[in-house]
């Protein structure tokens, strides 16, 4: 039987670029490549007019994804919406979508925001952008503010903290009723799939049992990478400082999200209300 998600994976690539949308590899240091889709607004032409198209050049936008999904894939709907206005940047995680490593570094939020700053200048940002994370983009985004403020302006987040404390991931797991993180994000049965999606998502629509089916066969490769990015995720309390943070950040948080507290997204300097 064909594999349904895969073939909408194929088809959404097509249609992406139909948008003016273009991936591209980024090696940022000797076996480690980062996969961005870009818009043609960040096309670096080395002709008479190229200093010109950069005073033209649209805002930068960053959009990082979470566990659930790529970047193409989780912000599919975006890039359509905002493809006209900015120039946009959506990078997939590492061991996921198409970037890879082969460093035997821990891989944290710290490890992909240094790789996200390094692909991004590689790919010619300049001025400094707005960054979206989802969930573990947002980890990684803080990591991004704090660690690169030259090149973050603002951000806005979703689904995510500042950093995930022992004792904040330890009442986060209880209220969603897990016992780890890989546990939710790493599924491996049809039925953990559609409670991933669930919790995850804002009503999420129905969908028959196949498609869970085919998400999990398509989606959740790289078990062994992504189960120590969980595990390098957690941090002790005492390690956690809770840094002033220069840039607007925007929360974004709905009445009933069952992962995180607003109330713990809000314990950090620097966020707009």
Excluded at 111 to 139: I, N, P, Q, T
Excluded at 182 to 188: C, G, I, R, S, T
Excluded at 252 to 266: H, K, R, T
């Amino acid at each position: 039987m064909v594999n349904i998600v895969s073939c909408y994976m194929s088809m959404l690539h097509k249609i992406m670029k139909l948008a003016g949308m273009h991936p591209k590899e980024v090696e940022i240091e000797p076996g480690t490549v980062i996969h961005f889709w870009v818009n043609n607004n960040n096309d670096n032409d080395d002709d008479d007019n190229n200093a010109k198209k950069k005073s033209r050049r649209r805002p930068a936008l960053v959009l990082i994804h979470g566990f659930a999904g790529d970047g193409i894939l989780t912000w599919q709907f975006q890039v359509l919406a905002l493809r006209k206005k900015y120039s946009l940047y959506i990078p997939d995680l590492l061991f996921f979508g198409g970037s890879h490593t082969t460093s035997k570094a821990k891989i944290t939020p710290r490890f992909h925001a240094d790789c996200f700053a390094k692909g991004l200048r590689k790919l010619g940002v300049e001025e400094k952008c707005v960054v979206v994370g989802f969930s573990y983009g947002g980890f990684v985004g803080f990591q991004m503010a704090e660690h690169h403020p030259e090149l973050v302006d603002s951000m806005v987040v979703t689904g995510s903290v500042l950093a995930l404390s022992e004792s904040i991931s330890s009442k986060s797991l209880e209220r969603i009723g897990f016992s780890s993180w890989p546990d939710y994000l790493m599924p491996n049965s049809v039925e953990g799939v559609k409670v991933l999606l669930d919790i995850g998502s804002y009503s999420f629509p129905w969908m028959p049992k196949v498609f869970y089916k085919h998400y999990l066969e398509v989606m959740f490769g790289n078990r062994k990478e992504r189960v120590e990015l969980l595990e390098a995720l957690v941090v002790k309390d005492e390690d956690v400082t809770n840094h002033q943070f220069k840039q607007r950040i925007h929360l974004l948080w709905g009445n009933e999200d069952e992962i995180f507290n607003l109330e713990e997204a809000n314990n950090l300097k620097g966020y707009d209300p």
